[in-house]
């Protein structure tokens, strides 16, 4: 753990709602339901061969309306996507099941990846990047002339890119790579965390020592870290009802 966060010990409420969800049930079934007519058409009217698909309420795989994509979903041979290139395949289902989250804070966009420095291949850069991600299972390094540490991602902020890390298992340090999201974050200073509250504002090295974070919590409460970021962004979303409706709320199920 980083030294400035030694004795920053997990709340009694976030072991107590950890210690009743089920890594099976409450992280991978975490499921969203996707408007696949907004993303495919965008993705059609961006140029790309990518097709996102989803689930019906019966099960069945479909391409139109809105559909339901799983966490667990989220993964480099996923029925959820037809594409020329898995990374991006992968990553844009990532981006459409992070926005369509009603936990978490995102917008329904399309990630502009397309590098404007290289027209003859704007997409050798990001697919570059993901593909060195799910074969090494490991950030590539970043350039020199790049402050924060993330290797450059046209288009591709903080959390989303953390969004595809966790799916194809990167680790850092021996640390599986972790969602992070601003409402997490922004309970995380609530309880005291002294860092930098932007989560747009991360460096990879701040990311790190978010990741310490959630593994040294998870010890403690002896559950998965992906059940601990998940109580931090349902208590940013608790404390928002509790601010509204002028009682305490506990955070829900996703």
């Known amino acids: 753990m980083h030294l400035l966060d030694e004795g920053f010990e997990p709340p009694e409420a976030c072991m107590q709602w950890c210690g009743a969800r089920a890594y099976p049930l409450h992280v991978l079934d975490d499921g969203v339901q996707v408007d696949l007519n907004w993303w495919n058409h965008h993705l059609r009217e961006s140029k790309h061969e990518i097709v ?108 989303l890119m953390a969004v595809y890390l966790w799916a194809v298992g990167v680790t850092r340090e021996g640390i599986r790579a972790q969602m992070i999201d601003q409402h997490g974050v922004s309970t995380l200073i609530h309880e005291g965390w002294l860092e930098e509250p932007s989560v747009s504002g991360f460096t990879l090295r701040r990311y790190d020592r978010y990741q310490e974070l959630l593994r040294t919590w998870s010890i403690q409460a002896r559950t998965h870290p992906e059940l601990i970021e998940m109580w931090l962004v349902q208590r940013w979303n608790a404390r928002v009802q509790e601010a509204r409706s002028g009682a305490r709320a506990e955070p829900t199920l996703f």
């Not at 041979?77 to 981006?95: I, K, Q, T």
């Not at 997409?123 to 060195?132: M, S, T």
């Open 52 to 159: 996102l698909h989803g689930r019906d309420l019966d099960g069945r795989v479909v391409n139109r309306g809105t559909a339901i994509v799983q966490r667990n979903d989220l993964r480099l041979d996923s029925e959820l996507f037809d594409a020329d290139h898995n990374g991006l395949g992968l990553l844009f289902l990532c981006a459409a099941w992070r926005s369509a989250h009603p936990n978490r804070r995102a917008t329904r966009r399309l990630p502009d990846v397309f590098d404007a420095y290289t027209p003859k291949d704007p997409l050798r850069k990001i697919k570059l990047i993901l593909d060195h991600c799910a074969t090494a299972r490991t950030l590539p390094p970043a350039s020199s002339s790049n402050w924060s540490g993330w290797p450059d991602t046209p288009g591709v902020g903080v959390s």
